[in-house]
C-alpha cells in the first residue's frame, strides 16, 4: 500500500522556520517526482515546490521563490520542505503528493499520482 505521510507543521511567528517532512513507502521512490502544494483557508489549492525524481531540478511558485527549498533523500525515500521568512499568507494545510515522472517538472495537481494527508502550517503576524 503507498504512504506519504507529511510532519513538521505547526504554529510559528512570522519571520520564523520550518521544515517539512514528507515520507514514502510502497513505492519505488526514485521514479516519481514529489510536489508540495498547500491549501489556505477559503482559497484552492497552489502548488508550492517541486523536485525532479532524481533531484536535478526544482521549481517552486513565485511568492516563495528564495524562502522555501525543496530536497530530496532518496536514500530515506523522504522529500524536505525548508521554509525561511515565514509570512501569515503561508498558512495553510501543506501537502505532498507523487507523480510517475522521470524527467520535467509537471506542477497540475490533477497528474499526481498519490497524496499525503497534509499538516498544517499557521503563521503568526
Known amino acids: 500500500e503507498v504512504q506519504l505521510v507529511e510532519s513538521g507543521g505547526g504554529l510559528v511567528q512570522a519571520g520564523g522556520s520550518l521544515k517539512l517532512s514528507c515520507a514514502a513507502s510502497g513505492l519505488t521512490f526514485t521514479d516519481y517526482q514529489i510536489g508540495w502544494f498547500r491549501r489556505a483557508p477559503g482559497k484552492d489549492r497552489e502548488g508550492v515546490a517541486f523536485?525532479?525524481?532524481?533531484?536535478?531540478?526544482?521549481h517552486y511558485t513565485d511568492s516563495v521563490k528564495g524562502r522555501f527549498a525543496v530536497s530530496r533523500d532518496n536514500a530515506k525515500n523522504t522529500v524536505y520542505l525548508q521554509m525561511n521568512n515565514l509570512k501569515p499568507e503561508d498558512t495553510a494545510v501543506y501537502y505532498c503528493?507523487?507523480?510517475?515522472?522521470?524527467?520535467?517538472?509537471?506542477?497540475?495537481?490533477?497528474?499526481?499520482?498519490?497524496w499525503g494527508q497534509g499538516t498544517q502550517v499557521t503563521v503568526s503576524s
Open positions: 503528493a507523487a507523480y510517475l515522472l522521470h524527467r520535467g517538472i509537471a506542477t497540475a495537481a490533477s497528474l499526481y499520482n498519490y
Open positions: 523536485i525532479e525524481s532524481d533531484g536535478a531540478n526544482t
